[in-house]
Structures are given as C-alpha cells and as structure tokens.
C-alpha cells in the first residue's frame, strides 16, 4: 500500500521526518491498518540515548512525524478523498506530547500506530503509540493543524 | 564556561542529543546564563521541514536533550555542588511537550533557554524556550527524573 507521504508535491517532500527526498531523513511512511496508521524505522545505531536504548528525540521525532502523516490521511478519508487527490493536505505540527513509558531498545525495529482522536476544522488529534518487540514504550499526542494557505502557496 | 555533559561519565556521553562522544549527533552544551540555563544549535541544511523552516522533530530533540541536562544542572546546584562532583546526576525523560509558536527559520543559529519549574525528589520539570533571531518560536516542558539506579549501574 502506499503511503501518504509518496503523494506529498514534491515541494513539500524535503522533510528530514518523513520527506521521500530528503537522502539524509527519516523517510519515514504512513500508510492504514484498518482504522489505525502505522509507520515503522529501524532506528541507526547511533541513535542512542544510553547503550542499549533509543534516543528519546529521535522517538518524538518519529511521532510527530507520523502524526502529521495520520493527519493528512483522516483528512482524505474524511472527505472521502483518495491520498492524491487534489487538492493536497499538508499538516504542521502545533504541539507534541510525548510519554516516554519505559526505555525503548535500540536495534529492533519500531512500529508507529496511530489513531484519530478529533478531526475538526483544520484541526487533527492523533494519538500515536510507539512498539518495540510488540511492548509499548511511548505514546504521543499531535496536535496537527493544516499549513497556512499563504505557506502553502509560497512554496507551491 | 564548561557544560554540564562535558562532566558526564563517559559511559553516558553517547546520547544523540547531547553526548560528546557521538560524532554523528547534536553534541549540545547546556550550562548557565544566570538563573536560566542555555544551550545552542545551528540546524543542518538538511534538518529542514519544508523550505525555509526547521523540522520541529529537531525542535523537539534539542529541547529533550537541554531539558535534561538543565535538570542535571539544578540537581548540582541544589546541592551546592559543582558538575562532575560525585555522584553524577544524569537524567531520563519522563515527559516531554513541544508546542510550535511559529515556524522555525532555518539557517540561523538557534538558542535555548531553560528555566526550572519544580525540582522534586528524583524529579526535575523545567520550560524551555527555542529562540530564533532572538524571536520565541517555540515552548517546551521537559519532565525528567534521574536514571533508574538499577540501569546507572548496569551502564557504569
């Protein structure tokens, strides 16, 4: 299947996140699984916090990023949209919450799942869980809003 | 004036965000600016969102990173005692919310500020402001507490 983030304009696909052109970024996809949204990143392995564990940023990095993804996603599905569609939707982060709930191991690879909270206006709300092993060791809030229409339309 | 992680042992100085012996990351440096204490950062043309701003997941890292070391700093501090005294402080977040104010120029340096809200017990919650061209562009509440004994001990 693909993911959101492979019908971003390529204006907008320079994300060190999740933008598919940026050779030194994350990459990262988000795609659905049903009614939730998933992403996965093997994290490098000098994605370190402390030996053995992964750098908590590089986790809340993981998590907005899918959060902006899962946002654009419920936003086609809400309006019935194909991912592609025109016109595009493309989220900005306004705030990021995340609970780091027991230290995640480095060298697995982690899975993103999302799921929408509230979709309202230009507003989305996603919680995403964070698994390693299949054990959730973070969980995050995104608080996504679509970009401005005037950053839209400068960079398009 | 030497930063707090430049005192860290060297068994915890791998951290993506703030270890000096990680040459692939951030290499942070907080220490105090009175009663606030303060780090910087100038993104890399690659840690960019969309043309123009920086990636909030950068954001978010930096604000983790000095989020934590601040919480080290006041922990030596309220102890009267100098960074690098024995035992080391050394930090793990608890929680972590980043809300964007505005977009995030890219290209300049960016400074953080960080003032501590409570220090309590093993708990240390501090605000961190992100400056860009002495302009606010983003807030952030770090919880942290020190390191489980247990994991301290299982890494020195």
Known sequence: MKAVQDFYPEELSHCYGCGSLNEHGHQIKSS??????????????????????????????????????????ASYKAEGREPGSLPPFRFVTASLLVQYLKPTP??????????VVELKGRKVISEISVYADGEITARGEVVAVQMPEAMLKSLL
């Open 32 to 73: 659905w699984d049903g009614d939730e949204s998933v992403a996965e990143y093997t994290p490098k392995p000098y994605h370190i916090a402390v030996p053995g564990y992964v750098y908590g940023g590089l986790i809340a990095s993981l998590i907005d990023c899918h959060g902006t993804g899962t946002a654009a996603l």
């Open 106 to 115: 480095l060298g697995v690879k982690l899975q993103l799942r999302g799921k």
